[in-house]
């Protein structure tokens, strides 16, 4: 069974620690119930895991778009 947003962000994050201090693979479950491995490779995707409950959690909206608007002419 799936567990809250904190109780699966709280996983994530202590997955990511292991791995960031000598674990080879953790293993996460997901939103939708499944099992994840993450290995040094997929550190980064992770840590986006994370930043994602993270930002469920905060209720803000995700970041689709950024404009830049100069006035040098790019």
């Not at 990511?16 to 953790?26: E, H, K, Q, S």
């Not at 895991?49 to 404009?67: D, H, M, N, S, W």
Request: aromatic share 6%; glycine share 8%; proline share 1%.
């Amino acid at each position: 069974m799936m567990g809250s947003l904190a109780e699966r962000l709280a996983s994530a994050e202590a997955a990511y620690d292991r791995l960031m201090t000598g674990a080879a693979v953790v293993e996460v479950q997901d939103q939708n119930g499944e099992r994840v491995r993450y290995n040094a490779a997929s550190a980064r995707q992770l840590a986006t895991y994370c930043a994602e409950l993270r930002r469920q959690i905060g209720g803000r909206p995700a970041v689709k778009t950024i404009r830049f608007h100069t006035s040098k002419g790019f």
